[in-house]
């Protein structure tokens, strides 16, 4: 007797059987499967890629979103690829000069309709912060609309990634920085507990290089502490890099505007000279490539749980 293979647009999840939904970062969420019948066999499944990210409105930043999905399709090719932005603030805006940035309920919406029965969602958050919460909500949200979802981690979230980090972050450097020059990373920063991988960052660059260094725009390190730092070790230079996904309005304003608070205006006042670097770490290779493993791993977890799942025939 020969395997019967089925409709996509009949494989609905069915969220029975206690709805025993784990979401375990970097794991599938798995629902118990799916009563099967005899001749299903192997089960088809159709599984998407969401890249979530927080939006920006600053038109060139968008070259680093354009770089992770190069990646993603070359890494992961034939993937039905979609993306989905957190920030509602973008939202509105972009919405007035008639632009649509879906949600990730919308984007997962949208899957489910299409019939896909798995989805890796990717956050490009560089911390497991707020942001990267309301990711996990809205994607705890739609799990039963699929069989499985999976979640993989931010930029930073664990040791091991930190010191990987570390070490390819110095590519990011442009090649025109002096071995004497210092580096000051700009991160967004958070009140949220996850804040912390910001000084743990911190710790790790400088064991490679001291004159590497760490600060946030809403966090620790701030900039002052950094001005501090940067005082004591008498720098007359530093290059201002964004440890942001894109150079959106934190960098552009924030980091190298006009305006007296910039980070330029703030160093120029205490006798250093900044240079900044206006390209986020999507137009970095080496960083986007821990993002694009992050990624595989939430793949391959959905492919893990997918294999008990192969039926056998019962003749
Ligand atoms: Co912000």
């Known amino acids: 007797m020969s395997c019967s293979i089925r409709s996509f647009g009949l494989r609905r999840a069915v969220p029975s059987r206690g709805l025993a939904v784990v979401l375990a970062l970097g794991l599938a969420v798995a629902f118990s499967p799916r009563p099967v019948r005899a001749q299903e066999c192997p089960i088809p499944t159709r599984t998407a890629i969401l890249l979530v990210a927080f939006g920006t409105s600053v038109p060139e930043a968008r070259q680093s979103f354009q770089n992770i ?27 007035a000069e008639g632009e649509t940035l879906p949600t990730v309920e919308e984007t997962l919406d949208t899957l489910a309709h299409n019939g896909y029965a798995q989805v890796a969602v990717q956050s490009l958050q560089v911390v497991p912060g707020e942001e990267f919460h309301k ?20 930029l930073m979230a664990g040791t091991d990634d930190l010191k990987r980090l570390a ?78 996904s894109v150079a959106g309005d934190h960098a552009v304003n924030d980091m190298a505007g006009s305006g007296d608070g910039s980070w330029v205006n703030v160093l120029a006042r205490a006798g250093i000279t900044a240079k900044p670097v206006l390209k986020g770490l999507g137009q970095c290779g080496p960083v986007s490539d821990l993002w694009i493993e992050h990624l595989g791993q939430a793949l391959a977890a959905l492919d893990q749980a997918e294999r008990p799942k192969h039926v056998k025939k019962d003749n």
């Open 69 to 95: 999905e190069d990646k993603a399709r070359a890494a992961f090719p034939g993937r039905e690829l979609r993306w989905a932005y957190t920030s509602h603030i973008l939202r509105k805006k972009l919405a």
């Open 135 to 154: 990711v996990v909500a809205a994607v705890n949200s739609r799990a039963s609309r699929f069989d499985r979802v999976a979640l993989g981690q931010p």
């Open 167 to 244: 070490e390819v972050l110095p590519a990011c450097i442009p090649a025109q920085r002096k071995p004497s020059e210092t580096v000051l990373f700009m991160g967004h920063g958070t009140a949220h507990p996850a804040g912390v991988f910001y000084p743990a960052l911190e710790y790790f660059l400088e064991r490679s290089d001291t004159k590497m260094h760490v600060a946030t725009v809403e966090g620790v390190p701030s900039l002052d502490d950094a001005v501090a730092v940067l005082k004591k070790a008498k720098a007359r230079t530093v290059w201002l890099v964004p440890l942001m």
